[in-house]
């Protein structure tokens, strides 16, 4: 008997997940969004590109962890550099949660820069102050350009994102520095998404 009510259970099973995977594929299928979404992605990934553009150089390697996304978001903010701890955590937590979702913010104690491959290094505590071990970029400063959006759920998308070293005084791409993948999710805020995962696809290591 309970063989049977077993096998009939099986049976059932099989049907159900017959008939709903079709409606779960269909409702998942990837779609090509870029046209809705490109300038307003394009505009909340501009904050990131400095970052971005720096993971692309010869001697670093992008990570994306949470002291990336702390740097990311404080590094275009050069005022900051030697202000407080304390100051700059305040100052920098309401991007981190619209880009994020988080208030976590995460700087590495050193007592002096030591060289990293890990661009985020390059933004430090000491001595509970920020310090910036960044330095100009000129004229060629990195411009990212989105190249697609993908729909791949009915609230996440993922977006192949180019960093280009443009000159903004003539106002050309110089060369793409490398592409990502950055992945969204679909958010009730000024953006209308967070960042939830990046990836380096390509690095021309300039």
Not at 72 to 96: E, R
Not at 112 to 122: F, I, V
Not at 131 to 136: K, L, P, S, V
Request: proline share 2%; aromatic share 14%.
């Amino acid at each position: 008997m309970k063989k049977k009510f077993k096998s009939f259970l099986a049976v059932i099973l099989a049907v159900v997940m017959l008939f709903s995977f079709p409606l779960s594929a269909s409702a998942f299928a990837r779609k090509d969004v870029t046209g809705t979404y490109r300038k307003s992605v394009a505009k909340m990934l501009r904050g990131v590109d400095y970052y971005l553009g720096v993971g692309c150089l010869e001697n670093y390697s992008f990570k994306f962890d949470d002291y990336a996304k702390t740097t990311m978001i404080a590094i275009p903010d050069s005022k900051l550099n030697g202000c407080s701890l304390t100051y700059v955590k305040k100052k920098i937590q309401t991007k981190m949660k619209l880009y994020f979702n988080t208030s976590k913010v995460t700087f590495k104690k050193m007592s002096k820069y030591r060289y990293s491959k890990n661009p985020a290094y390059l933004v430090y505590n000491k001595n509970n102050k920020i310090i910036y071990n960044t330095g100009d970029w000129g004229m060629a400063s990195p411009k990212g350009s989105v190249r697609k959006i993908v729909r791949t759920g009915t609230r996440t998308y993922e977006v192949t994102y180019n960093i280009y070293l443009y000159n903004s005084w003539d106002k050309v791409n110089c060369g793409l520095m490398g592409t990502y993948k950055i992945y969204l999710k679909k958010a009730n805020n000024k953006n209308g998404f967070i960042i939830t995962n990046m990836k380096q696809t390509v690095s021309k290591k300039i």
